[in-house]
């Protein structure tokens, strides 16, 4: 099979995996934090549950949905990515992950984006970004929600 | 739209010399993408210009420009007799009585907005019925859903079969006298149906139920005549049959037409205007307020007279050619199902390959040059009632060729290569 370079950069092995077999898979009943993410233009649904301790560390995190590949292998990944990390850790690994899926920084710029670097093809494709990037602003957005509630 | 016999089917297709003259015309399919050829199949969300067109929009800039109906001067008077002219080119390309019939607007969906808040807040009241089939593209619903809240009216939906069809049975049991307005699309964007719109009208024409018939994808594929139709209005755009985008027209029988009132306010579509008292130009105009889309609609005139240069009736049945060819192929590759099946469809196949996104498709496809549509064209409904997230859709048009075809299958059995698809 003769793939142009662009399609075999995007579609990496790590990708078609996650997307077929997704860890984490699953809702977690009664999590601190949850949001529901979805992409309207394309149609992709993903809800995003955590659970996080008294010292902010994510002690269990989890997701389901529908999506595309890329969208699923992002969640996917994600939620082995974020697991056992503080909120601030959390925070600074989905800012370099925007960065580079916009092209901003590229992944050896950063160790900690060595696991996230098969999603670094998305930036030559603007209309794939939002899928790579749902996962995690839905996470951002549960993690957000909860800060609101903390300080009340 | 006949169907090809089989012996013909069997044969290696080659595309004939007659379309691959007509490809000439079109610059913009000699584009490489991704080092490919460009095999752009997405001709139901925009057709392609032919030279033709472009010169007669370029030529109008550098000889003609000026506004129309308005000045004494020379130009003036050139660009409306250009822009009026393609008014009547309309008119007899679609079966029109007068060219009263006949309104610019900047596409469907400006047409079936007018309509709705024009002929719609008129002419319904609480308890009133708008029947509108489960195959509308956006654009005929979400209009008729805002007056609907507006006037109390309430949306019934025409079901469908499996295969994409109208279920015209239940559509004759819903006509009671509550319906006011059917709005049913000639052709559906995302499954291909052709609707048989003469019977609809007919039905409520029977019943005094104004027809409004979204034909924006019926266009560019085959004759329409609103007179034989029979329908009340009759919306299109440009840019779905080869001319620009920004123009559109609004079809309207001359006496509905007559009786609403404007839907927009501004200059050209006045008599007089004082403090006390504003009366309405006659028709088409009072429907056409402000400076209206000059060159587009001198370039949509330029592809109805590329059109009618052309055998209609030998492209109709090439599309229908190519699109047995592509069931035969796509019914190769594992684990497609094609999503309307619907007997005498246009060439257009809606699809979903088992356990492929079709985002993820049409991103491998284009890698491949292959331009195709992906998610839910609009047409959220037609979506659910098949209990689906999206579809990809190959959409032809008569410039396409059967090599084009062949590289649509080899790009979607790369796509299940990667992803490892059974059937």
């Not at chain 1, 092995?13 to 993410?37: C, M, Q, T, W």
């Not at chain 1, 939620?79 to 850790?89: A, C, F, G, H, P």
């Amino acid at each position: 099979m003769l793939l142009t370079n662009r399609s075999k950069n995007l579609y990496q092995e790590v990708i078609l995996d996650h997307n077929k077999n997704p860890r984490n898979y699953r809702a977690i009943e009664n999590p601190s934090h949850f949001a529901k993410g979805n992409n309207p233009l394309c149609g992709d649904k993903l809800d995003v549950y955590l659970t996080v301790d008294e010292n902010n560390v994510v002690t269990d995190v989890s997701f389901v949905g529908d999506g595309c590949a890329i969208s699923k292998a992002s969640a996917s990944i994600m939620t082995t990515l974020v697991k056992d990390k503080t909120i601030d850790e959390v925070h600074k690994l989905f800012e370099g992950f925007h960065d580079m899926a916009t092209g901003k920084i590229e992944p050896d710029d950063d160790p900690k984006l060595r696991r996230l670097r098969a999603f670094s093809g998305v930036k030559d494709l603007p209309a794939r970004v939002k899928c790579a990037t749902l996962a995690w602003h839905t996470l951002d957005a549960a993690l957000k929600d909860k800060e609101i509630v903390s300080t009340e | 739209m006949d169907t090809v016999s089989n012996d013909i089917l069997s044969q290696k297709r080659e595309t004939p010399g007659r379309i691959l003259e007509i490809r000439r015309d079109f610059p913009i399919l000699n584009r490489v993408i991704q080092d490919k050829p460009l095999v752009y199949l997405d001709n139901g969300a925009s057709t392609q210009m032919p030279r033709q067109v472009m010169d007669t929009i370029t030529a109008y800039h550098e000889f003609h420009h000026s506004n129309v109906h308005r000045g004494v001067h020379q130009l003036s008077q050139e660009a409306t007799d250009l822009y009026e002219g393609a008014r009547e080119k309309v008119r007899s390309f679609i079966g029109a009585k007068s060219t009263k019939e006949i309104v610019y607007t900047s596409g469907t969906t400006a047409a079936i907005n007018l309509v709705a808040n024009s002929y719609g807040t008129a002419n319904l009241t609480k308890g009133d019925k708008i029947l509108i089939s489960n195959m509308e593209h956006h654009a005929n619903i979400v209009p008729w859903y805002m007056i609907a809240r507006k006037t109390g009216a309430e949306i019934v939906v025409i079901p469908i079969h499996d295969d994409g069809s109208l279920d015209m049975d239940a559509f004759v049991e819903l006509l009671d006298e509550k319906v006011k307005i059917v709005c049913v699309n000639h052709v559906s964007n995302a499954l291909g149906t052709v609707n048989p719109i003469n019977e609809i009208a007919v039905l409520c024409r029977e019943k005094n139920i104004a027809t409004v018939v979204d034909g924006a994808q019926a266009i560019g594929h085959f004759p329409v005549d609103v007179t034989d139709l029979g329908v009340d209005f009759y919306a299109f755009s440009g840019h779905k049959m080869h001319g620009p985008t920004g123009i559109g027209i609004l079809y309207g029988r001359e006496e509905l037409l007559e009786s609403m009132e404007p839907f927009m306010g501004g200059g050209d579509m006045i008599l007089s205007v004082s403090f006390d008292e504003i009366s309405w130009n006659e028709l088409p105009y009072k429907f056409e307020a402000g400076t209206p889309p000059i060159a587009q609609a001198i370039g949509l005139g330029a592809a109805i007279d590329y059109l009618n240069s052309l055998d209609r009736e030998f492209l109709e049945s090439y599309e229908q050619q190519l699109l047995e060819y592509a069931n035969e192929k796509l019914s190769q590759i594992p684990g497609v199902r094609i999503i309307g099946t619907a007997e005498g469809k246009i060439s257009l196949n809606s699809f979903v390959i088992n356990g492929v996104h079709p985002h993820d498709i049409g991103t491998i496809l284009d890698g491949e040059g292959v331009a195709v549509r992906t998610g839910q064209h609009c047409a959220e409904p037609v979506m659910d009632r098949f209990g689906i997230p999206a579809t990809t859709r190959a959409s032809m048009a008569f410039y396409n060729t059967f090599e084009e075809i062949d590289a649509l299958a080899d790009a979607l059995l790369k796509v299940t290569e990667l992803f490892d698809v059974t059937d």
